[in-house]
C-alpha cells in the first residue's frame, strides 16, 4: 500500500519558513516523480512544485519561484518543500503526490497524470 505522508505544516507569521516533508512508502520511490500541490478554501488544488527521479530538474509554479524550494532524498524516500518568505497568500493545505509519467516538462504540473497523493498538511500564513 502507498503512502505519501507529509508533515511539517503549521500556524506561522508572513515572512517566516516552514519545511514540509513526505516520507514515501509502499514505492519505489526513485522511480517517481514527485510534485507538491496546494489547495486553498473555497479554491481548486494548485500545483506548486516538482522535481525529476534523480533531482536533475525542478519546475515551480510562478507564485512560488525564488520563495520556495523543492528537493528529494531517494535514500530516505523523502520529498522535502522548503517555504521561505510566506505570504498569507500560501495558506492552504498542501499535498506531496507521485507520477510516472515519462515526460516531466510536459505534465509534471498537471495533478491529473499523478497516481498517488497524500493526506495533506495544513500550513496558515497569518499577516
Known amino acids: 500500500q502507498v503512502q505519501l505522508p507529509e508533515s511539517g505544516g503549521g500556524l506561522v507569521q508572513a515572512g517566516d519558513s516552514l519545511r514540509l516533508s513526505c516520507a514515501a512508502s509502499?514505492?519505489?520511490?526513485?522511480?517517481?516523480?514527485m510534485g507538491w500541490f496546494r489547495q486553498a478554501p473555497g479554491k481548486e488544488r494548485e500545483f506548486v512544485s516538482a522535481?525529476?527521479?534523480?533531482?536533475?530538474?525542478?519546475n515551480y509554479a510562478d507564485s512560488v519561484k525564488g520563495r520556495f524550494t523543492i528537493s528529494r532524498d531517494n535514500a530516505k524516500n523523502t520529498l522535502y518543500l522548503q517555504l521561505n518568505s510566506l505570504k498569507a497568500e500560501d495558506t492552504a493545505v498542501y499535498y506531496c503526490?507521485?507520477?510516472?509519467?515519462?515526460?516531466?516538462?510536459?505534465?509534471?504540473?498537471?495533478?491529473?497524470?499523478?497516481?498517488?497523493w497524500g493526506q495533506g498538511t495544513q500550513v496558515t500564513v497569518s499577516s
Open positions: 522535481i525529476t527521479r534523480s533531482a536533475t530538474a525542478t
Open positions: 509502499g514505492l519505489t520511490f526513485r522511480n517517481y516523480h
Open positions: 503526490a507521485a507520477t510516472r509519467v515519462v515526460s516531466f516538462q510536459t505534465y509534471s504540473a498537471l495533478s491529473d497524470y499523478y497516481n498517488y
